[in-house]
């Protein structure tokens, strides 16, 4: 029988587990409070925990009945035996499908093959803008187990000399819009490259790579020819300004690769997305993340041969683009277009890539609408990487627990004025405390392994930072200043040493220094970068001093710059000083002209600005300087 007053049916007994079951509830109901309490990232950053571990497994692991180690070319045949009609890469309107790629590339592989003195392992230089070829021939040569070098197609004269001979090309390919760079130095070229132009009609001594295509077949070129047995043997050379110096080929070997590939997955893109391309090829982000990752998805990409702000919303309402990637210019860039009807009238769900500033980061999901910007971090040449999973707007990612079972980091002190890592007494490193910028370092072992640098070694080393916080260990110097927060959510400071970032490149101020210093009436030009309100990264300056009994020609500086600098490494300002600071090691002292900037009030010499309509430098004046700081000059 029921008690009375229990509400229950006579001849019903309340279960003894009802109780037992409520406090389990009410218990988990508590713990779920708490955990969004003290931990509210827990089940997101478990989830890119996972998401890391199949990425490994992918990446790591031999696939196919063989056993055999896959590649991200491995991955692209795949794709075209599964999806071959499948749009791949969508160009100025015309499509070429995976199967169209597979058998381009196949001709591309089948001259080479027959007409040139390549052999497995061999490095080929390809010097090409945004277009379906540049693909073709890196897949091409893929297919014939050869090495390519990704030249940046901005460098001219001295700079592109010393990275081809970094590399150590045997063949050299160009694009159509490049014979007249290649012309330029043709006699300075190390005997026995053989170059080829992706055109019908060449100058002599260049060989038409087109018009051996046209007669090429297009059948499959054996496996044997491609096939590793180590995923760290090198795949590609990818040109980075790195901290110092002239371009640097840092080697990308075929486990990089596969592990970049995955990067769009992991953001949460699917073979149904169509991915906008603008950034340039020669770049790891739109090679390896955006040209491996569709291939990774079995996903369309639309490539543009160069970033349009004014046409950016056109193209992705016309190809129906539902993910694109970026840096954090090209968002400034969409955010300063007037502002039109519609623009939140798209498709576009996921923007991904790095360097977005907050405030533009803000303006830009106002203005476009609810876009999930998924911003990452990582060097070409690195062995670290972060990825922002959770959105939180302007940190580069996360550093929790999790992130430390696959990458062991640290912030460490830095000196800025003796511009090196803080040792003690010991001389060991020490981590700086959460808040404060540190230098971002990463350990060197043989999960995470540093390649260096193709025929440079001594770069390579400068890289690395030994006997940090024990006799023995090595760490890769980013070269990065970072912030963590109470959250463990990090954040880009700023870069240090002779690397600058201005209109999302990286600008190496030696360079750039040993450009101008070639001027007959130059005796020295310390280069570095100064803040502009309202820009991202900074604008380049130059200080410089005279020979003796020598004036100074502003139109000659204008054109040495102008003719040998690609845009975004040209100095925006120039000062003349009587004499430059030197440290001890005899560097050239930076903090203090980057801490005085370019603002006549403060600095008593003569200051000039770059006017591109006059074709010279012009002295800069109180009312420019207010102009540009007011935005009403343009940089």
Not at 78 to 86: E, F, H, M, V, Y
Not at 158 to 184: K, M, N, Q
Not at 273 to 288: F, M, N, V
Not at 329 to 351: I, N, S, T
Request: proline share 5%; charged share 20%; aromatic share 12%.
């Amino acid at each position: 029988m029921a008690e009375p007053g229990s509400g229950l049916p006579s001849g019903l007994a309340v279960p003894t587990f009802l109780p037992w079951l409520t406090g389990l509830g009410a218990g988990m109901v508590f713990l779920s409070f708490l955990q969004k309490l003290l931990y509210p990232y827990f089940w997101s950053d478990l989830w890119y925990l996972l998401k890391m571990f199949r990425c490994g497994l992918w990446t790591t692991g031999k696939h196919g009945q063989k056993g055999e180690l896959v590649t991200v070319l491995d991955k692209f045949l795949i794709q075209a035996k599964k999806r071959p009609q499948k749009p791949f890469i969508i160009y100025e309107g015309d499509i070429y499908t995976y199967e169209d790629v597979d058998r381009r590339s196949n001709k591309v592989a089948h001259v080479l093959l027959n007409h040139s003195p390549l052999k497995r392992g061999d490095t080929v230089a390809l010097l090409m803008s945004n277009e379906p070829d540049f693909v073709h021939v890196w897949f091409g040569l893929a297919k014939l187990g050869c090495v390519v070098a990704f030249l940046n197609s901005n460098v001219r004269s001295v700079s592109l000399l010393h990275c081809i001979r970094s590399c150590e090309p045997r063949v050299l390919v160009v694009g159509a819009g490049f014979l007249e760079t290649i012309e330029d130095i043709l006699p300075r070229l190390p005997e026995g490259i053989s170059i080829w132009a992706m055109k019908d009609s060449v100058p002599q001594g260049i060989i038409s790579l087109k018009e051996k295509l046209s007669t090429a077949s297009d059948c499959h070129v054996p496996r044997s020819h491609h096939a590793i047995s180590n995923t760290k043997t090198p795949y590609l050379y990818i040109f980075t300004s790195g901290t110092t110096g002239l371009p640097k080929a840092a080697m990308i070997c075929h486990l990089a690769a596969m592990k970049s590939s995955t990067g769009l997955w992991a953001f949460g893109c699917t073979p149904d997305d169509i991915i906008y391309i603008t950034l340039p090829l020669y770049h790891s982000a739109a090679s390896l993340v955006g040209i491996g990752g569709c291939i990774e998805l079995g996903a369309t990409c639309v490539l543009r041969k160069k970033f349009s702000a004014s046409q950016f919303w056109n193209d992705c309402r016309k190809y129906n683009v539902t993910v694109f990637q970026y840096i954090g210019e090209l968002c400034r860039y969409l955010c300063k277009q007037p502002k039109r009807e519609g623009e939140k009238d798209h498709r576009v769900r996921l923007a991904i890539g790095n360097g977005a500033r907050s405030d533009v980061w803000r303006e830009f999901l106002d203005r476009f609408g609810n876009i999930k910007m998924c911003e990452f971090y990582g060097a070409t040449e690195g062995n670290i990487n972060f990825m922002n999973h959770t959105g939180k707007i302007g940190s580069v990612g996360r550093a929790t627990f999790f992130h430390k079972l696959f990458f062991t980091f640290h912030l460490i002190k830095y000196d800025f004025q003796k511009d090196e890592p803080i040792r003690d007494e010991q001389g060991w490193c020490s981590d700086v405390k959460k808040g404060e910028p540190g230098l971002l370092i990463s350990q060197v072992n043989e999960k995470n392994p540093f390649f260096g640098y193709a025929g440079n070694k001594k770069q390579t080393e400068k890289k690395l930072l030994c006997d940090v916080f024990k006799k023995g260990d090595v760490y890769f110097n980013t070269g990065d200043l970072m912030v963590q927060d109470q959250e463990d959510f990090l954040y880009f400071w700023d870069r240090i040493g002779d690397t600058f970032r201005w209109k999302g490149e990286n600008v190496a101020t030696t360079e750039v220094g040993a450009i101008i210093g070639m001027l007959d009436f130059i005796q020295e030009a310390n280069v570095y970068g100064v803040v502009v309100p309202g820009y991202e990264g900074k604008a380049g300056m130059a200080s410089i001093t005279l020979k003796p009994n020598m004036s100074l020609d502003l139109e000659k500086v204008y054109e040495q710059v102008v003719k040998l600098l690609p845009a975004y490494a040209r100095p925006q300002f120039l000062r003349m000083q009587e004499k430059m600071e030197a440290t001890g090691t005899f560097k050239l002292q930076k903090f203090q002209l980057v801490e005085e900037g370019f603002s006549p009030l403060k600095i008593s010499d003569p200051l000039y600005f770059m006017d591109n309509l006059k074709k010279s430098y012009i002295p800069l004046t109180k009312e420019i300087y207010d102009q540009i700081i007011l935005g009403k000059i343009k940089l």
